[in-house]
């Protein structure tokens, strides 16, 4: 086949069709991304010199890859973020002892130690866990010009002069920013014994993002091949919550923002979720996400082969490449094998983009990352070798 552009490669994975390679992602969404050290390292390992760091994601200290490493590894995508809002300015504080500090718009506390890599939560808004407080809650504005301007320029620049295919990032996942509101313990006890504050809690994210992929899509919506949706629902060894949970709370929420989503463009729904998330494929299926990520394929009843085999006509698989650890501790022998392993369950008859599992974090040898790319490029190509 002959070389297709990398939007035209993209287009053709997320139809379940074959291509002439595999697409790869390498800081096309947030989660395919690189923390600021390794991509030091990296940019030194390949010779690059004064690599270009912008900050995609203050609490993940992740950094857009200069353009030279996208090139260098042949990335397919570029990821669309929208800016910071107008009311809102990060100010990090430092303190005696090394550790910094900051707060999000939302009123979410965040902290990192001496020497961390990214900062954690440390206190969260909503404390009291009652319909009162949410009324008090001071809520973002999600129309603060701040957030799309120049968005509309910058989308018609990229679709006009690159031959990439173009993601949009979403700001948040509903289940996901309960937790950051109300902290972990207190967000999976609200599940159990206080379901009617989660639900409604879900409800004013759901009607936050509406209003977010309104004046985004209303902008940028005919540019984009992928909207990014968000929310972590999977422990390495099972899932956060039980589908009972999940169909109760989360399923009829994300069909609204799926529905809200496809009311404004004509691009995929990629979902990301973590972890074995096996048991709620039937529920995606049904509401209509297109693309699944990470694909975290050393999780639980998520193994690639059983996965393509069962959902391959039903999602895009995008990621499922190789796990950080494996990254972190092996050789490039090592990652070679798995890269090809990965490959082979999932690239046959299209429905695949080659990802990381994770953003590639702090400690990764450089020689791993390249061999996990340069793997992908042999070997990724139409026909895929089966041995």
């Not at 729904?269 to 972890?275: P, Q, R, Y």
Request: aromatic share 12%; proline share 6%.
């Amino acid at each position: 086949m002959a070389s297709l552009s990398s939007r035209e490669r993209v287009q053709r994975a997320l139809s379940h069709q074959e291509a002439d390679r595999i697409p790869l992602d390498f800081g096309g969404s947030s989660t395919s991304i690189i923390h600021v050290a390794a991509h030091r390292e990296l940019a030194r390992y390949l010779g690059i010199d004064d690599p270009e760091e912008r900050l995609q994601s203050l609490m993940t200290q992740v950094v857009y890859p200069d353009p030279r490493l996208r090139a260098r590894v042949g990335s397919d995508v570029l990821l669309i973020h929208p800016g910071k809002a107008d009311a809102w300015t990060p100010q990090i504080e430092q303190y005696d002892d090394g550790h910094s500090e900051y707060t999000d718009e939302w009123g979410v506390r965040y902290t990192m130690p001496p020497g961390g890599y990214y900062y954690d939560w440390k206190d969260h808004p909503l404390k009291e866990g009652t319909l009162a407080e949410l009324d008090r809650f001071r809520w973002p504005d999600p129309r603060d010009p701040g957030r799309y301007r120049g968005l509309k320029e910058r989308a018609q620049e990229l679709y006009a002069t690159t031959d990439k295919a173009l993601l949009i990032n979403n700001p948040f996942g509903i289940w996901e920013q309960e937790w950051a509101l109300r902290g972990f313990e207190k967000a999976f006890a609200d599940l159990l014994i206080n379901t009617a504050y989660a639900e409604a809690l879900a409800d004013r994210l759901l009607a936050w993002q509406t209003v977010y992929w309104e004046e985004v899509l209303g902008r940028i919506g005919p540019y984009v091949q992928v909207v990014k949706l968000n929310d972590d629902l999977g422990f390495k060894n099972g899932p956060l919550m039980s589908p009972r949970s999940y169909r109760q709370v989360y399923k009829p929420r994300h069909k609204a923002l799926i529905a809200a989503v496809r009311e404004r463009t004509d691009a995929k729904i990629f979902l990301h979720s973590d972890g074995d998330i096996y048991p709620f494929l039937p529920d995606f299926r049904e509401i209509g996400f297109d693309i699944l990520n990470p694909v975290e394929v050393t999780a639980r009843d998520m193994d690639s082969a059983k996965l393509k085999a069962e959902y391959g006509d039903d999602f895009v698989f995008w990621g499922g490449a190789c796990g950080n650890t494996l990254l972190s501790t092996g050789k490039p022998a090592d990652v070679e094998a798995e890269v090809r392993r990965r490959i082979r369950d999932f690239a046959p008859g299209g429905g695949f983009v080659f990802a990381t599992i994770h953003n590639l974090q702090a400690g990764i040898p450089p020689e791993n990352i390249v061999t996990l790319f340069d793997t992908a490029q042999r070997w990724g190509r139409y026909p895929i070798v089966k041995s």
